[in-house]
T-cell receptor, first 111, second 110 residues
Framework: NAGVTQTPKFRVLKTGQSMTLLCAQDMNHEYMYWYRQDPGMGLRLIHYSVGEGTTAKGEVPDGYNVSRLKKQNFLLGLESAAPSQTSVYFC??????????FGPGTRLTVL | EDQVTQSPEALRLQEGESSSLNCSYTVSGLRGLFWYRQDPGKGPEFLFTLYSAGEEKEKERLKATLTKKESFLHITAPKPEDSATYLCAVRGGGYNKLIFGAGTRLAVHP
């Protein structure tokens, strides 16, 4: 039982490049989330999903897109990366309104 | 607007020196207050959920309490392995959205 996994662990992009972060969970959770964590700030919700095929905007959605084609996977895309998107990205999942379980994170640097 | 403030930002303790971390919150209709532990380079690890004022939960050297305006994470006789950042989050109305505080960095020295 791996819980929540994220790939890749680290990535360096140049401004304007695109990339996709993959999150997978094996707990059969309905809800999945993408957060970013910046120094001195709390985790901020980017997008979330309450079920396969559904997505919604969180607190800081601009510059990101998501897809949930399968229940166990939640993808976060950056179409044109900007230095302001340098951050650590965490995926989480939950069984509806219960506690969220987090992945190990992806450290992204945009030059 | 829902908001969570944690204090202090950082705390240094000697091994065995008990203390408390504070989480003050404003939320329209609290539907849960969550404590997480985060080690450097890792994702947050769930510790506790509290739902109503007066509720308490314990796990080893940690005890979380809740009032109508704040929560405390009490650490009794801490050990160096308790060193981590402790995050507090609240859930208000609507979907399962959590509002996180910036965290308290705890360092316990032998």
């Amino acid at each position: 039982n791996a819980g929540v996994t994220q790939t890749p662990k680290f990535r360096v992009l140049k401004t304007g490049q695109s990339m996709t972060l993959l999150c997978a969970q094996d707990m059969n959770h309905e809800y999945m989330y993408w957060y970013r964590q910046d120094p001195g700030m709390g985790l901020r919700l980017i997008h979330y999903s309450v079920g396969e095929g559904t997505t919604a905007k969180g607190e800081v959605p601009d510059g990101y897109n998501v897809s949930r084609l399968k229940k166990q996977n939640f993808l976060l895309g950056l179409e044109s990366a900007a230095p302001s998107q340098t951050s650590v990205y965490f995926c989480a999942s939950s069984d509806r309104a219960n506690e969220q379980f987090f992945g190990p994170g992806t450290r992204l640097t945009v030059l | 607007e829902d908001q969570v403030t944690q204090s202090p930002e950082a705390l240094r303790l000697q091994e065995g020196e008990s203390s408390s971390l504070n989480c003050s919150y404003t939320v329209s209709g609290l539907r849960g207050l969550f404590w997480y532990r985060q080690d450097p380079g890792k994702g947050p690890e769930f510790l506790f959920t509290l739902y109503s004022a007066g509720e308490e939960k314990e796990k080893e050297r940690l005890k979380a309490t809740l009032t109508k305006k704040e929560s405390f994470l009490h650490i009794t006789a801490p050990k160096p392995e308790d060193s981590a950042t402790y995050l507090c989050a609240v859930r208000g109305g609507g979907y399962n959205k959590l509002i996180f505080g910036a965290g308290t960095r705890l360092a316990v020295h032998p």
